[in-house]
């Protein structure tokens, strides 16, 4: 469901705003009487919403179906290169198919002579960032952080393994809370290729992402994996808990290589935060493991996190082992979090759509082609084989008599007392004759003709 309504006429300004949130009111400017032309020939301008290094992002209206959207225009550096421009484009196709309730939707890409945009969901809300620059201490706790883990994990997970996308810039930046609290993650994977098509244009040194939520692995330049975006959720949560983002001064790049960050308790004891309640150990051992420099060390999946939460003691986290794709439907629900462990993922590039799963038949095949068959497989076989053996003798039994040339008339059963039925062959004299004897009297009458 979307959290944004139709503006009516009186509701539109006449003019862009200071930086702000969708649907939070904000002062006009002054001396802006005049309204602003339309961008694309449908999205009328209302304020601005915020400006970075990655460009402007603005709420605007479509004047086609009356909806106030989000505009993210694309950067003139990245606008004019046709590679940048390409992979942007892919990346928002993406983004499209993504329609889990905890992420902000894409609806189109939008380019003219003069520039491009991506339309996304305008969401009323404010970021977890915001939010937290105004709590008493700038942080949070444990209590109120957990429904949006909760919800986060949920997605997360949805991107992960329905969708196969990772986000590749998760920080509380990009985390959106609506007036119902409800938690949605921005830019899933828009503002990595944006940061990449940069890097080459101006040929910066710098990795896709945000230093200071940034695995080891993505800092140098790897492949892109989901976990990346599970270091990046224990950098977002131990930011939410202390503050401060594990790395946030000096080196980031060689501390998150080298260095293991002080535990939340100690940083909290650093910056004087003394009247809230104490982080439990469960949350310190889950934030800590999902910071493990090698990413076979943290928890595989955001229910794997929701796991260790729901366990009144920590467990050891299994390693993940780094396959190419084993898609997933694994859904959260938030009333219950799931226990159950599911399988790693890993990408060999995120923009790249996965192979599918090998379905059971070719797991089968392999597995036979390999010489491992179960117990279970040979009884079926032997049980197979011998029932079709008993029906092949017991149907050429039956046919001996018309393969002999003797009529199926001419048999009765034998009222002889014997330990079993036997049949016999009336003769022409109306005498009983065993069948043995029978047959072999009728063909030595046909020699004889």
Known sequence: MNDFTPLSEEEIPTQATASGDCGRDQPPVKNA???????????????????????????????VLGLSVALKMVPDQVFHDTEGIGDLKK??????????????????????????????????????????ARQPDRCFNCEELLPWVQQLCASLDY??????????????????????????????????????????????????????????????????????????????????????????RGNILAQTLHEQPPSMAQRRAEFKIVDRPSIPEAWEKLVMACLAKEPNGRPPNGAAVLAILAA???????????????????????????????????FADASIA?????????????????????????????????????????ALHMARPYVAGLKPETFKKSKAASPAPSVSLLDPKGEAKPLRGAVLDRLDETRKK
């Open 91 to 132: 990346e928002v196709l993406r983004g499209m198919a993504l329609t889990d309730p905890g992420i902000v939707r894409v609806y189109s890409f939008e380019q003219d002579a003069t520039g491009a945009a991506i339309v996304m969901e305008c969401v009323r809300g404010e970021t977890l960032a915001a939010l937290k």
């Open 354 to 394: 996965a192979e599918p799963i090998p379905s059971m038949m070719k797991f089968n095949r392999a597995r036979r082609d390999s010489g491992h068959f179960p117990f279970r497989d040979w009884a079926w076989t032997f049980l197979l084989i011998t029932t079709a053996a008993a029906l092949t003798a017991g």
């Open 312 to 346: 009144p003691v920590v467990v050891a986290i299994k390693p993940a082992d780094v396959i190419q794709v084993i898609p997933v439907k694994a859904a959260v629900p938030l009333a219950q979090p799931v226990t159950q462990e599911l399988p790693p993922l890993a």
């Open 159 to 248: 991107a992960h393994h329905d969708a196969r996308i990772a986000h590749r810039d998760l920080k509380p930046a990009n985390l959106l809370l609506t007036s119902t609290q409800r938690l949605k993650i921005a830019d899933f994977g828009i503002a990595a290729s944006l940061s990449e098509a940069l890097t080459r244009v101006s040929v910066r040194s710098d990795s896709t992402g945000t230093p200071p939520y940034m695995s080891p692995q993505q800092a140098m330049g790897e492949r892109p994996s989901h976990l990346d975006d599970i270091y990046s959720l224990g950098a977002t949560i131990y930011e939410l808990l202390t503050g401060k983002p594990p790395f946030f």
């Open 33 to 63: 009487r005049v309204l602003l032309p339309l961008l694309f020939g449908r999205y009328r301008p209302i304020r601005e919403l915020g400006r970075g290094g990655m460009g402007v992002v603005m709420e605007a209206r479509d004047e």
